[in-house]
């Protein structure tokens, strides 16, 4: 079958490895993008960025300052948004970005991310139709300043205020105290003239609690901050840091009634406040983030996991039978058991970032006609998938830097890098561990609702069913049966733990605890349904792909799938295990067929990573590039260290030589 990645000059044994594939790597991509269109699009973008002259890296950002590659990604950022900018639709942006500029953040990140999603969703006409226009044409750079010094999580608790003062109808937006200064976002510090900032609205000593306000930080012209304005960066972080990711602190600075963001809560001129039609609608911004990012991470992940493939096809180390010749490291079982569920986990998590993210688009239609009601499930699975998303991500970047021995180390590998960015997901947009307790409180509900024989919305539509015994291992031979199988004790297990949690919460609230208390008292079990019913979703989208996926990618698929599920269920055994759904005869079978998969898989592991169409450019790694090249391009990338451009260090001409002669001296 095609693997169309294969060139002449190629590192053999990778060639080799292609030769193998049993599926056209050209089908399974233009599944995953979506259209064979799609994939042609995102080929020609990475070859136009390529070629583009302005987008060149005379050394790799990993020798850069900070300042220089802060300065870098400008200058791209520039090219993009002026040259580009009609070039490419929207939707195919973030690719072009990702290719031209890199995964370390850029001045327009926030901008996109959250600024013009805040305006779209939460500004008024007459505030959309003033500012929207300038917005996306550039005009003005924008970011969202939400997260304090003192307080991130609990937005109730949040310091900057935005007082209304009904003689002059303007708010007077005031940070009282140091750790109520703004605090992390992103492209605050240097880039950005303007925010949406996020305050408590005070009316008439009234606090209405935390609302968005378009604030001016910077004049237009000199990009100077404002009076009463202090602004600036925090500094480097583990990574992102091309990002200015900033602070600021507001001295009464007034701004007009109509900036307020005011299409759903509204403050008339005379003061008088009218709510939203759902309470949260203001925390729109955050719900847009969470529902695009799991795609976004999802390709972390698979960035990761075709460096960790293809170096390890190429990389020979040690022998496996006495005598044979030295093995592609990828022929060693815990090699294997360590990369190819990182490979099937990045389809995972692709497959369900695409269906969350058309699920926000209905929702954000019903908002628009006035319905709220498919946002709380919306929220509670962007939580959910957000939280177990970006863990699973750290984790397996973390092996497939591993597994990729000492090189995996290397900035070379672009393997730290991509941990770091991955691992920021974890903390922004809402702590994993709250996150998934947001989660936790709509199963909560669920469960009641399903004792009360009310209906329940698809993803929790389970709550509602009744649990068999488990199948596993007893449906030999039909894998679609098996799959089957699992999914069902996966729902067993999801709404065994919901179940078991809302019991546990009941019974300390019984025992005399406020609910507040009691909850605090099981939120670790909480979470732990909260992360069982969103595995169950990415299991469920996957197994949905799979059945409406075209014949000829459907035999990988199903084995890609067959893994997935065999290794969430071992990962997960103490859940199936503890009440005695499964027992030990059946996890015992689930390794059996997780080992199988893996030899199953080994002979079309490269192409699987090749399907995700990574450019080498978009990749940066050296050792994940298309033709397994590594080790000349490895010397040819350490030779371009500052500290080779001479012989000789200052650091050693001035320190070292003399301590060393004034020590032989001594002699
Ligand atoms: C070209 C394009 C390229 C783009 C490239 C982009 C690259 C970008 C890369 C990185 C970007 C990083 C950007 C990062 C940004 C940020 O981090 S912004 C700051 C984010 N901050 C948070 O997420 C804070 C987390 N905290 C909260 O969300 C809330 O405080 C809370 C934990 C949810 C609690 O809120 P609150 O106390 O107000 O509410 P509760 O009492 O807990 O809940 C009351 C009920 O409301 C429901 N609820 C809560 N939130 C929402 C929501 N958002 N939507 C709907 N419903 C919500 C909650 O479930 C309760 O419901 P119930 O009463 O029925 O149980
Ligand atoms: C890379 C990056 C980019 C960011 N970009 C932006 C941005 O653009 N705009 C912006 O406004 N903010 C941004 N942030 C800030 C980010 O949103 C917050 O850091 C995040 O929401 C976590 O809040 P916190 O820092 O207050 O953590 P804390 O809440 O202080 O968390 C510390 C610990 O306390 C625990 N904890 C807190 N509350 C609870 C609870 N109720 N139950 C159980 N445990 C709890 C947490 O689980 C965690 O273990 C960014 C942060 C990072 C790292």
């Known amino acids: 079958m095609p693997n169309r990645c294969i060139r002449p000059g190629d590192n053999p044994d990778l060639t080799k490895e292609r030769e193998t594939c049993t599926f056209d790597t050209d089908e399974l991509a233009a599944n995953l993008y979506g259209s064979r269109r799609n994939l042609e699009r995102r080929r020609e973008i990475s070859q136009k960025v390529s070629a583009d002259p302005d987008f060149a890296d005379p050394i790799p950002h990993e020798f850069l300052s900070r300042e220089k590659a802060v300065d870098a990604t400008a200058k791209k950022s520039k090219v993009i948004f002026q040259k580009w900018k009609n070039l490419v639709k929207p939707e195919e942006m973030p690719h072009l970005v990702n290719e031209a500029v890199g995964i370390q953040g850029f001045p327009l990140a926030l901008h996109h991310a959250m600024f013009l999603p805040s305006l779209n969703s939460q500004a008024d006409d007459d505030l959309a139709a003033e500012i929207l226009p300038r917005a996306k044409a550039y005009e003005i750079i924008g970011t969202y300043a939400q997260t304090e010094m003192g307080h991130g999580t609990n937005l109730r608790e949040l310091e900057t205020t935005a007082t209304y003062d009904k003689t002059t109808q303007e708010f007077v937006i005031n940070t009282p105290t140091r750790k109520a200064m703004k605090w992390w976002p992103g492209n605050l510090g240097k880039m950005s003239n303007y925010a949406v900032v996020c305050c408590q609205l005070i009316i008439d000593g009234k606090n209405l609690g935390p609302h968005n306000f378009l604030v001016q930080l910077r004049c237009e012209k000199t990009h100077e901050p404002l009076p009463g304005i202090t602004v600036g960066d925090i500094g480097p972080k583990i990574a992102y840091n091309t ?12 701004i007009p009634r109509r900036q307020m963001l005011m299409k759903h809560a509204k403050v008339s001129p005379d003061g008088t406040y009218t709510p939203p039609i759902h309470a949260k609608l ?11 990012m799991i795609y976004s991470h999802g390709h972390l992940l698979a960035r990761a996991a075709a460096v960790a493939t293809r170096y390890s096809a190429v990389r020979r180390q040690g022998r496996i039978e006495n005598g044979g010749p030295e093995v592609q490291i990828l022929d060693y079982q815990t090699q294997q058991h360590r990369i ?5 986990r990045a389809y995972a998590i692709l497959f369900a970032g695409q269906e969350v993210r058309d699920q926000y688009a209905k929702t954000l239609e019903g908002i628009a006609n006035g319905q709220a009601d498919l946002l709380p499930d919306l929220h509670a699975l962007t939580s959910g998938l957000k939280s177990v998303v970006t863990f699973m991500g750290g984790l397996g970047i973390e092996q497939c830097r591993m597994s990729c021995g000492g090189h995996g180390y290397s900035d070379a590998s672009g393997l730290p890098k991509l941990y770091g960015v991955q691992i920021g997901g974890c903390t922004y947009e809402g702590e994993n561990m709250v996150m998934l307790q947001q989660t936790a409180r709509y199963l909560m509900k669920g469960v009641k609702w399903a004792e009360q024989g009310k209906s329940l919305s698809p993803s929790i539509a389970y709550l509602g069913k009744k649990s068999g015994k488990s199948l596993i291992g007893l449906k030999g031979g039909d894998i679609t049966r098996e799959h089957e199988a699992i999914l069902e004790t996966l729902e067993h297990t999801a709404r065994r733990l919901a179940i078991d949690a809302s019991q546990l919460w009941e019974k300390r609230i ?16 909480m979470n732990r349904a909260s992360r069982v019913y969103t595995r169950l979703f990415m299991a469920r989208s996957f197994h949905r792909r799979l059945l409406s996926s075209p014949s000829s990618i459907r035999s990988v698929l199903s084995d890609l799938f067959s893994l997935y599920l065999h290794y969430e269920c071992v990962d997960m055994a103490q859940h199936l295990l503890e009440d005695g759904h499964c027992n030990g005869g059946q996890i015992q079978y689930l390794k059996k067929r997780l080992y199988e998969d893996l030899t199953t898989l080994r002979p079309n592991a490269v192409s699987l990573v090749d399907s995700f169409e990574i450019s080498d450019r978009e990749l940066n790694s050296v050792l994940g590039r298309r033709d397994g090249n590594v080790y000349e391009a490895l010397f040819q990338w350490a030779k371009q260290s500052e500290l080779n451009y001479t012989d000789v260090l200052p650091a050693v001409k001035n320190y070292m030589m003399p301590m060393m002669e004034e020590n032989r001296s001594k002699l």
């Open 243 to 254: 990002t200015d990711n900033g602070f600021l602190a507001l001295d009464n600075v007034r």
């Open 282 to 292: 203001n925390y729109g911004a955050m719900v847009h983030v969470r529902a695009h």
């Open 340 to 344: 190819f569920p990182q490979i099937a």
């Open 510 to 525: 019984k025992g005399g605890e406020c609910k507040e208390r009691a909850w605090n008292g099981v939120t670790v079990e």
